[in-house]
């Protein structure tokens, strides 16, 4: 048989990958390509790399895409290795526990009534038009409404906090050495920007993250430098923003092809905890992570050299057919864990923010917007490689005039 191709920049595949997810899980689920990469698509295979202590989120040396020019004067190494996703134990270990004092699941659900307020005024203002795209008018404002509240930052610093984020995702995603490098022209008004904010709270203190930052920083044997802070909570917001972005458009673009499953919630309301795993395991926002091997190890029988690297392919295993029972389905009904947010020390810190956001932004849209539908082949994808990109998702709404009667 001739060899798979897992090609990410193929829109075809964009838009669908889950043809080519599934013959690469029955024939080759290890699968490697030219340039030695290697790719795991079955649950299981996932599970045990992610679990596997001879893994590392660093790559061996730098971050390889620079020159060593680029690198002499280019801060981003030293900016991506102060995010948490790519620190190792024992660093990992002390940076997520700091972190996770401050976004503890008892500060994140004690704003859902901000989320539920922030999401009833967009809908209400969508529910007057025909027609309107649900990710850049719904899903993108909101994300982006929240996780600026949650951290203390006012509401017109939105437009900047977008900026970076698409910056960032654009930039990083591809690893070319040019848009790698040209972030760099960021890192000083990031910097700056979160400087600025962690020392007016370090002043005045409230009841945001910012704040609590630096009253946890405080407490640290070795507290953290400025530097530091403001990197990692740069990485923080925009994760923040971005993976529920695509969680909630990708929810409602999962549903809206699924009437069915919408009228089994409405008749049964409390599944809506289940509905939000279950659109997260159909559609999941992280499409792809990485880990490197720091030794030899062995995944579905077959030995991976150390300083490979490995990259699970989480939709795929959100389908793999010998853990889900028709797995390109969607049942709101289905019971069983997914991995969404990934799975071991590096199991998404925003996890229980993504799911609260998520149920009550789909409560909301189908509270509001009952009769909704999809435009057929509206949805429009992005080429990041390492998220589900959804860009545009157009929605028509039946009856927009009858909120102008009553």
């Known amino acids: 048989m001739q060899k798979i191709k897992l090609d990410f920049s193929n829109p075809e595949f964009i838009a669908n ?50 020159t060593e020019e680029q690198l002499r004067d280019n801060d981003m190494d030293a900016f991506l290795m102060n995010w948490l996703i790519f620190q190792d134990p024992p660093k990992h270990t002390q940076m997520r526990n700091f972190f996770a004092k401050a976004i503890n699941p008892k500060f994140i659900r004690a704003r859902a009534s ?173 499409n792809k992570l990485s880990r490197w091997t720091t030794a030899p190890i062995v995944i579905n029988d077959i030995e991976i050299p150390s300083n490979t690297l490995v990259v699970p392919l989480l939709n795929a295993a959100n389908r793999d057919p010998e853990i889900f029972k028709d797995p390109h389905r969607l049942n709101i009904q289905r019971d069983q864990l997914n991995l969404a947010f990934g799975k071991g020390i590096h199991t998404c810190l925003g996890s229980v923010l993504g799911r609260l956001e998520t149920e009550i932004a789909l409560q909301q849209f189908l509270k509001i917007l009952p009769d909704a539908k999809l435009i057929p082949n509206s949805a429009a994808w992005g080429n990041i490689t390492s998220l589900r990109y959804i860009t545009r998702l157009i929605i028509e709404n039946p009856h927009s005039h009858d909120s102008f009667h009553g």
Do not use: W
């Open 17 to 66: 990958p889950y043809p080519t997810y599934e013959l690469i899980q029955e024939n080759e689920p290890v699968y490697q390509d030219d340039s030695g990469v290697i790719y795991l698509t079955k649950y299981q295979d996932v599970v045990a790399l992610l679990t596997n202590k001879n893994t590392s989120r660093r790559p061996p040396h730098h971050i390889k895409v620079l």
């Open 114 to 286: 901000t989320i539920t307020t922030l999401s009833e005024h967009l809908l209400h203002t969508l529910k007057k038009r025909e027609q309107f795209d649900i990710v850049s008018e719904f899903a993108a404002p909101l994300s982006l409404a929240v996780v600026c509240d949650l951290s203390g930052l006012p509401p017109h610093e939105n437009s900047f906090i977008k900026q970076y984020s698409d910056t960032i995702t654009q930039n990083l995603d591809t690893g070319s050495p040019d848009k790698v490098y040209g972030t760099q022209t960021l890192l000083p008004m990031l910097r700056q920007f979160f400087h600025n904010y962690l020392a007016d709270y370090k002043n005045n203190p409230q009841d945001n993250f910012l704040s609590y930052v630096i009253e946890n920083n405080a407490l640290l044997d070795e507290p953290l430098n400025e530097t530091q802070i403001a990197d990692a909570t740069t990485f923080i917001v925009f994760s923040a923003h971005e993976t529920t972005r695509l969680a909630i458009s990708l929810s409602i673009y999962s549903l809206l092809r699924h009437s069915d499953q919408i009228e089994l919630l409405k008749q049964q309301p409390t599944l809506i905890t289940q509905v939000v795993e279950e659109c997260l395991r159909f559609e999941t926002p992280f």
